[in-house]
């Protein structure tokens, strides 16, 4: 059985490199999910602050690995700063005691972009 990894952000400039590496290999059954742009047929399409649709996706999927690549630029952070501290402080906290209850294991990629 192969593990499932799953990349949210897969639209965005990491996200879709990370994706398209793990695509490439035989190894995983891969997942992914973006807030508006389909990368794949079968690209899921949710907005992260939709927190109790996000979190059910992800327990639904149950992957063994999350790799989160979301995150709000400065340009996106000035323009709606809550919007950025959700997203790119909050996020990750939760997606963290996620992973956890569901035995996964959490990959947090960022850049000095989102701060």
Same mark, same amino acid.
């Given at each position: 059985? *192969?593990? *499932?990894?799953?990349?949210?952000?897969?639209?965005?400039? !990491?996200?879709?490199?990370?994706?398209?590496?793990?695509?490439? #290999? &035989?190894?995983?059954?891969?997942?992914?999910?973006?807030?508006? =742009?389909? !990368?794949?047929?079968?690209? !899921? $399409?949710?907005?992260? +602050?939709?927190? *109790? %649709? @996000?979190? &059910?996706?992800?327990?639904?999927? +149950?992957? =063994?690995?999350?790799?989160?690549?979301?995150?709000? $630029?400065?340009?996106? #952070?000035?323009? &709606?700063?809550?919007?950025? !501290? @959700? $997203? %790119? #402080?909050?996020?990750?906290?939760? $997606?963290? +005691?996620?992973?956890?209850?569901?035995?996964? *294991?959490?990959?947090?990629? #960022?850049? &000095?972009?989102? @701060?």
């Amino acid at each position: 059985m *192969k593990d *499932k990894v799953l990349v949210l952000g897969s639209a965005g400039l !990491i996200g879709h490199q990370v994706y398209n590496y793990l695509k490439d #290999s &035989d190894n995983y059954e891969l997942h992914n999910m973006s807030y508006h =742009h389909k !990368i794949q047929d079968d690209t !899921i $399409l949710l907005d992260a +602050r939709d927190e *109790k %649709n @996000f979190i &059910d996706k992800i327990t639904s999927i +149950r992957p =063994h690995y999350i790799i989160n690549c979301i995150g709000i $630029l400065i340009n996106g #952070s000035d323009k &709606d700063p809550e919007n950025a !501290i @959700f $997203l %790119n #402080s909050y996020m990750p906290h939760r $997606l963290a +005691r996620l992973a956890d209850e569901i035995n996964a *294991k959490l990959i947090h990629i #960022s850049t &000095d972009c989102v @701060f």
